[in-house]
Structures are given as C-alpha cells and as structure tokens.
C-alpha cells in the first residue's frame, strides 16, 4: 500500500488549498482513508474521513463547514479542500487508510489506520 500526498504550500489567511492523496495497493471501496494533522508539539488528530465504499464521513468539529472531502474511484485518488483557512490550520496534513468492513461508522482514530503517507506541510499566514 502506498499513499502519496501533494498540494500543500503556503497560504494567506482566508485563502484555499486542496490536498490530494493517491493511493495505490489497496481495493478501493474496501477500505477508509482519513486526513489527519499534527502541528508542532501537538498530537496528530484526525480532520476529515471517507469511507470508500458509501463515502460516508467525518470531520473535525474546527473544520466543518470550511473543508471538504471526496474521493475518485476512477482515479485512486482523496482530495480534501480547505477553504477559508486560518493559522491555526497550520501543520503537516498526513493521509491515512485502514481496511473497514460495511459500517456506518468512519475510522477517525490514528490507531485505527494501517497505512499512512509521508505527509505535506501547509502554513497559513496572518
């Protein structure tokens, strides 16, 4: 399993960026991929989840309303779009799959994820 994220940078306050995660290895709808973050001296915590088989999801109290996940079957790929974005959004976003069975429930738990990429570092300036 290979998971590899692009599309982090350097972003002003307010602004916007969109995370990518191809993934490779794995049967797509079998399994849940979760975008997670952690920022200096701060424990890695979950942001927003997918389950592949019924794209049910999960998002961080701090990021709803202004992040978006999705995910291309076709192409192997999870996206998260961050919008509005604000300093305290800074930190390396990292992405994570886990095998899940038919479930209503998405994995948000870094415990719970298998499989993790090398990560990409976003800043939001003031």
């Known amino acids: 399993v290979q998971l590899v994220e692009s599309g982090g940078g350097l972003v002003q306050a307010g602004g916007s960026l969109r995370l990518s995660c191809a993934t490779s290895g794995i049967t797509f709808d079998d399994y849940a991929v979760g975008w997670f973050r952690q920022a200096p001296g701060k424990k890695r915590e979950a942001v927003s989840c997918?389950?592949?088989?019924?794209?049910?999801?999960y998002y961080q109290d701090s990021v709803q309303g202004r992040f978006s996940v999705s995910a291309d079957s076709a192409r192997d790929m999870v996206y998260l779009q961050m919008n509005n974005l604000k300093p305290e959004d800074t930190a390396v976003y990292y992405c994570?799959?886990?095998?899940?069975?038919?479930?209503?429930?998405?994995?948000?738990?870094?415990?719970?994820?298998?499989?993790w990429g090398q990560g990409t570092r976003v800043t939001v300036s003031t």
């Open positions: 994570a799959a886990t095998w899940m069975a038919v479930s209503t429930y998405v994995p948000r738990v870094t415990t719970e994820y298998d499989y």
């Open positions: 997918i389950s592949l088989n019924d794209n049910n999801t």
